[in-house]
């Protein structure tokens, strides 16, 4: 056996894999995530994330191709949290339907007051700035929100399928008409650093719905 030869692995252990690699870019992701919650994409230096994380100035190309491949990692990244999130309340038999519903505006007004209405909907921030942002931006945000749409839709027929709704009430238009509302709700509640725009929203949801 010579210098250059690979040593023969033994049955039943995988390959080791770089660890350290994966957990970088993952820690650099989730850096992302807190820090595009709060302010915006363009505005957003690399090197003051690279800071955060501690990785070393000039590393950043070691993980991501770009800051463009950078955003959109954080952007899906941000999108599957947002799915389970909404997983967890929307699919909750426990509940009724519309309680399924109350239970995750509830959840985001903690969510927001937690952090001290400094954080928003990512999704929704990097929508404001679509202009701006490169090209597939805008397809990719929209195909969450209609992700989100469909999620709640489903939700809304369950609650038709209980009488909570009227057989003919339009779901797919009801569950489009929230989250135009609710982006706009979490934005002002982050400007007047308050929930009140969130209740407001929501209490005119429910009044407006058919009955």
């Given amino acids: ?62 993980y991501f191709a770009s800051k463009d491949a950078f955003g959109r990692a954080v952007l899906d990244s941000y999108a599957d949290y947002f799915a389970r999130r909404l997983d967890r309340w929307l699919l909750d038999e426990a509940l009724s339907p519309l309680e399924r519903l109350a239970g995750f505006v509830q959840h985001s007004r903690a969510s927001m007051a937690r952090h001290g ?9 990097m929508g404001q700035e679509v202009s701006m942002l490169p090209a597939g931006y805008r397809e990719h945000l929209e195909s969450i929100f209609v992700s989100w749409q469909s999620r709640l ?14 057989a003919g009430a339009d779901c797919a238009e009801l569950a489009a008409y929230f989250w135009i509302g609710w982006e706009g709700a979490v934005l002002r509640a982050r400007l007047v650093q308050s929930d009140a725009p969130l209740n407001t929203f929501i209490a005119g949801f429910l009044r407006g719905l058919p009955r």
């Fill in 153 to 166: 839709a489903q939700c809304l027929e369950a609650a038709k399928a209980d009488g909570e709704l009227p």
């Fill in 1 to 62: 056996m010579t210098e250059n030869t690979p040593l023969p692995r033994k049955p039943g252990r995988p390959p080791k894999v770089d660890r350290q690699h994966t957990d970088t870019r993952q820690a650099l992701i989730r850096c992302g995530v807190e820090v595009l919650t709060e302010q915006a994409f363009t505005a957003t230096g690399i090197d003051g994330i690279l800071k955060r994380v501690g990785v070393p100035k000039g590393s950043f190309y070691h």
């Fill in 117 to 125: 209405f400094r954080r928003g909907c990512l999704v929704g921030n």
